[in-house]
Structures are given as structure tokens and as C-alpha cells.
């Protein structure tokens, strides 16, 4: 049985392929660092000192990430943790989300009166808990970075200390997820007390050996850890934190959860997701019993999700609802994934083109909102295409996308998730979730209809684009419509990354 106290002595040196495959997580770290201590110094004001220190921190770690890509996998602190090209997948995501957020803060802040430099630093310790999540082969240890992740989040949502809306955010996240944390880290107490480990591999090992064996305690457990991940990704019947959280954060704090989070949750649940034996060697009666629990956790996620979305008139809730929506895709890809030939590849190449897609969409929410997030209504939305024309363009890309319409990145993801499914004989839930992207076109071009058909209401202003904001806008709308017409690259690195698991 492994013990939680030892320390070998190989844990105290590190060897230069370690050193190398940890230099992403200390460009974060010393950014935070750094960030600190020009924010303290009186000399100078700390907007820009602390804006540059970040993103050369976020920068040097996708760099970094870079470098290792296809590299031998490298395991760290006794196998604690691993560099492998699956971490690398999901470490850019995180990364480059967080220099996406960081753009799209700049003008924002200074529109609310929030420019304060603990915004970024909880901006990269959030991304430092994401990168710990997807590296992590113990459970204790991507408890530890969910909670490093989480709580940076908590006071993202209620940055805005005024507002009512965001402080009741904050409080229902905080509540709702310590209380999902809580059970998750039950799960992994029984987990170790049934398998005599806390490690992933380990885990994987004794469900291997003892397939039909498995005691009522591990089933527990493991159902524990599953509803823990469930509540992160925000799956029906623990969906009910998302739309108000997501209302109530700043906008772009809403899109760094989006999409960040969201990746985060699935890196670190398809690792346990597997690590449970599904696929991989359970009795046929836990299998049938599992798949038939997701499967309609998926289905209800997804009709939910598309249903609600079609009554709401403000985008950042309609957004929350579509997230929801899309979740349920997620999960019909780790239902596919043991059954198909691309296994969870396809998972994995909706969950860049989700980002993509997200991260642009929620950028241009920021540039239009108003003080305190006001002005993201329908109604505030008609006549943009005379107002900002490109930026009504940069939004008809993202919400094509998210529809699933060619030549964008939501259509090939989609494609390529549907298809696995397919292949592993889910014909029935391809069905329904075709039929559930059906019903997200109408509430998705509905926008576009306000924005290309309707005249301006009232005396709607046009609003200023930071140069930083338009960036980040244009990378997005490059990347939905290039992972739209060539998908292969990312469908290799996907297929790449999830061989290391």
C-alpha cells in the first residue's frame, strides 16, 4: 500500500529532462511572483509592469510547451505528476486562454474602474491550477490544483464588489463547489482505502487484476469522483451553479471559465474516467451500468441546455445555457471514445474547437458590454453591423460555429465527434444530438438576425476597441475558420496527445 507521507530522496534533485518538462510551470509561477512585486512598488504604476510581467510569463509558457511537444513522457515527483503530450494538449489551451483573457481585461477594467493587478495574478494562478490538473496522476494532487484553480476563480466572479449580481455569483460558486469538492475528495478517500492507492496508475492496475472483484466501496467511490467532475463540467443534474455564475462574473472572467475550466475538468476526469476501468477491464454489468448513467446524463444535458438557451434574451445567459449544451456533446465523446477506432481524439478536438470558438465569442461580449455588464441584451445587439461592422462579422463566425455551420471549427468538431459515435454504435444519441444542434441554430442566428436586420434602439454609442481587444478577436475568428477548413493538424495533435494515456 503506497504511503502519503514518504519522501524519496529522488523527489529533493531533479534531472535535466524533469527540469526541462517543469520550465512551463515555472515561467507561471515566477510570473506570479514578478507580478507581485511590481504591483508593490510605488514608484511606478502598476497597470503595465504587472500586464507585461504576465504575459511574458504566459508567452514563455507556451513557448516552453512548444519545445516538449513530442517529446518521451517524463514523470515528476515520484510519479506524482507527468509531462507527456496530453499534458502539453491541454497546457496550451490553458495558457493561451489566459493570455486571450488578459487582452480582452485591459480596456475592460479600465471601463469598470477595476484596475487593480490582483486581477492578473489570480489570472495565472488559475492557469497554474489548470496545467497541475491535466499533469496530475494522483488524486490528492489534482485535488490540490482544483482547489488552486477554484478558488482564484471565486474571486474572479466576484471582482466586481458593488455589484449584486456578481457578489451572488461568488457566494453560489463558492458554496456549490466546496460542496463538490468535498465529495470528490470523499470519492478519492474510498478510492484509496478500497485499492490501497491514491494514483491513477495504480488504481488502473488493481481494476486491471481484480475486474471482478471490485468491493462496494470502490463502486462508491469511484461514482463519488464522477459526480465531483460532473458538477466542474457542468452536466445535468449539476448544472444549476453555471447560468447564474456565468451572468454575474465579468465578461471576461465568464470566458476564461468557459473555456479554461471546462478543458481543465475534462483533462483531469478523462484521466480518472479511465483510471476507473471503463474500457478497460470492468465487469459487463458495471460497464452496461456506467455507460447507461452517462448516456442519459449526456442526453438531458444536451436537450436541457438547447431548450432553456431558446428563452433567453441576455447573451452572457444564453452563452451559460449553450455551455451546458455543449457539455453534453463532451460527454457523448467519452461515452464513444473505448468503442471507436479514434478513441478520445475526437473529445479532444471539440474541446479546442469549443475554446476557440467561446473565447471569441465572450471577447467581443467585452468590448461591447457596458458598466456593470449592461448592454448585452438582444435588443442592444440590432443595428451592430452598422455600428462595427467587423466586429458583427467576428460574432456571425463564432455563433455559425457554435451552431455547427461549414466552413467553421464547431462544424468539423462536431463531424468528427459524431462520427466516433457512430462507430461505436451510439446511433441513437448521434440522433438526438443532431437533433439538439438543430434547435441551437434558431437561438444562435437569432443574434444575427438582431445584429444584420434590425435597426439600432434608442442612441446606442459606438464603442472603442483596444488594439489588444481586436487581437485577440481576430486570432479567434483566424483559428474557428482554419480549424473549420483544414481540421487535420489539431485532429493529429489530439490523436497524438491522448495516446499518452
Given at each position: 500500500m503506497e504511503s502519503l507521507t514518504t519522501i524519496r530522496p529522488e523527489l529533493l534533485?531533479?534531472?535535466?529532462?524533469?527540469?526541462?518538462?517543469?520550465?512551463?510551470?515555472?515561467?507561471?509561477?515566477?510570473?506570479?511572483?514578478?507580478?507581485?512585486?511590481?504591483?508593490?512598488?510605488?514608484?511606478?504604476?502598476?497597470?503595465?509592469?504587472?500586464?507585461?510581467?504576465?504575459?511574458t510569463g504566459l508567452v514563455g509558457a507556451i513557448v516552453s510547451v512548444a519545445?516538449?511537444?513530442?517529446?518521451?513522457?517524463?514523470?515528476?515527483?515520484?510519479?506524482?505528476?507527468?509531462?507527456?503530450?496530453?499534458?502539453?494538449?491541454?497546457?496550451?489551451?490553458?495558457?493561451?486562454?489566459?493570455?486571450?483573457?488578459?487582452?480582452?481585461?485591459?480596456?475592460?477594467?479600465?471601463?469598470?474602474?477595476?484596475?487593480?493587478?490582483?486581477?492578473?495574478?489570480?489570472?495565472?494562478?488559475?492557469?497554474?491550477?489548470?496545467?497541475?490538473?491535466?499533469?496530475?496522476?494522483?488524486?490528492?494532487?489534482?485535488?490540490?490544483?482544483?482547489?488552486?484553480?477554484?478558488?482564484?476563480?471565486?474571486?474572479?466572479?466576484?471582482?466586481?464588489?458593488?455589484?449584486?449580481?456578481?457578489?451572488?455569483?461568488?457566494?453560489?460558486?463558492?458554496?456549490?463547489?466546496?460542496?463538490?469538492?468535498?465529495?470528490?475528495?470523499?470519492?478519492?478517500?474510498?478510492l484509496y482505502g478500497s485499492t490501497g492507492s491514491i494514483g491513477i496508475r495504480g488504481?488502473?492496475?488493481?481494476?486491471?487484476?481484480?475486474?471482478?472483484?471490485?468491493?462496494?466501496?470502490?463502486?462508491?467511490?469511484?461514482?463519488?469522483?464522477?459526480?465531483?467532475?460532473?458538477?466542474?463540467?457542468?452536466?445535468?443534474?449539476?448544472?444549476?451553479?453555471?447560468?447564474?455564475?456565468?451572468?454575474?462574473?465579468?465578461?471576461?472572467?465568464?470566458?476564461?471559465?468557459?473555456?479554461?475550466?471546462?478543458?481543465?475538468?475534462?483533462?483531469?476526469?478523462?484521466?480518472?474516467?479511465?483510471?476507473?476501468?471503463?474500457?478497460?477491464?470492468?465487469?459487463?454489468?458495471?460497464?452496461?451500468?456506467?455507460h447507461d448513467i452517462l448516456w442519459m446524463s449526456a442526453v438531458l444535458t444536451m436537450l436541457f441546455g438547447n431548450l432553456v438557451a431558446l428563452t433567453q434574451t441576455n447573451l452572457k445567459r444564453m452563452l451559460a445555457y449553450s455551455s451546458i449544451a455543449h457539455t453534453g456533446y463532451l460527454l457523448v465523446g467519452m461515452i464513444a471514445g473505448p468503442h471507436s477506432e479514434q478513441g478520445y481524439a475526437p473529445l479532444m478536438t471539440y474541446l479546442v474547437a469549443y475554446a476557440v470558438m467561446n473565447l471569441g465569442a465572450f471577447v467581443v461580449l467585452s468590448i461591447l458590454a457596458t458598466r456593470d455588464d449592461g448592454g448585452l441584451n438582444l435588443h442592444d445587439f440590432s443595428g451592430l453591423s452598422r455600428r462595427h461592422p467587423w466586429l458583427a462579422f467576428a460574432m456571425a463566425v463564432f455563433l455559425f460555429s457554435l451552431a455547427g455551420i461549414p466552413p467553421t471549427a464547431g462544424f468539423a468538431a462536431k463531424y468528427i465527434l459524431f462520427y466516433s459515435a457512430v462507430q461505436a454504435n451510439e446511433i441513437l444519441l448521434v440522433v438526438i444530438s443532431v437533433l439538439c444542434s438543430a434547435i441551437s441554430v434558431y437561438y444562435y442566428l437569432r443574434v444575427l438576425v438582431y445584429m444584420y436586420m434590425r435597426d439600432p434602439v434608442g442612441t446606442q454609442t459606438r464603442s472603442p476597441v483596444s488594439v489588444w481587444s481586436a487581437i485577440a478577436v481576430a486570432a479567434m475568428v483566424a483559428a474557428t475558420l482554419q480549424i473549420g477548413v483544414m481540421p487535420a493538424r489539431v485532429v493529429y495533435a489530439a490523436k497524438k496527445a491522448i495516446t499518452s494515456i
Open positions: 534533485t531533479l534531472s535535466s529532462e524533469q527540469f526541462s518538462a517543469l520550465m512551463p510551470y515555472f515561467w507561471v509561477f515566477g510570473a506570479t511572483v514578478l507580478a507581485i512585486l511590481a504591483a508593490v512598488m510605488r514608484s511606478l504604476s502598476p497597470k503595465w509592469p504587472v500586464i507585461t510581467v504576465v504575459l519545445g516538449l511537444l513530442g517529446k518521451e513522457p517524463v514523470a515528476l515527483f515520484n510519479g506524482m505528476m507527468v509531462s507527456d503530450n496530453y499534458t502539453h494538449f491541454f497546457s496550451l489551451i490553458f495558457l493561451i486562454s489566459g493570455v486571450v483573457t488578459v487582452f480582452a481585461s485591459i480596456r475592460y477594467l479600465d471601463n469598470e474602474a477595476m484596475q487593480h493587478p490582483e486581477y492578473y495574478l489570480l489570472v495565472l494562478f488559475s492557469a497554474l491550477g489548470m496545467m497541475l490538473m491535466a499533469s496530475s496522476l494522483n488524486l490528492i494532487v489534482i485535488f490540490i490544483a482544483l482547489e488552486l484553480m477554484s478558488l482564484a476563480v471565486y474571486i474572479l466572479v466576484g471582482y466586481r464588489r458593488t455589484d449584486r449580481r456578481s457578489n451572488e455569483a461568488a457566494v453560489k460558486y463558492f458554496v456549490l463547489g466546496s460542496g463538490a469538492s468535498a465529495v470528490l475528495l470523499y470519492g478519492a478517500a474510498l488504481i488502473l492496475d488493481f481494476v486491471r487484476a481484480n475486474p471482478a472483484a471490485l468491493s462496494p466501496t470502490f463502486t462508491l467511490g469511484a461514482w463519488l469522483v464522477i459526480i465531483g467532475f460532473l458538477f466542474k463540467v457542468a452536466a445535468v443534474p449539476f448544472h444549476m451553479w453555471m447560468p447564474d455564475v456565468y451572468e454575474g462574473a465579468p465578461t471576461p472572467v465568464t470566458g476564461f471559465m468557459a473555456t479554461g475550466l471546462k478543458a481543465a475538468a475534462f483533462a483531469a476526469f478523462l484521466r480518472v474516467f479511465v483510471s476507473t476501468g471503463y474500457g478497460a477491464g470492468l465487469t459487463t454489468a458495471i460497464q452496461t451500468h456506467l
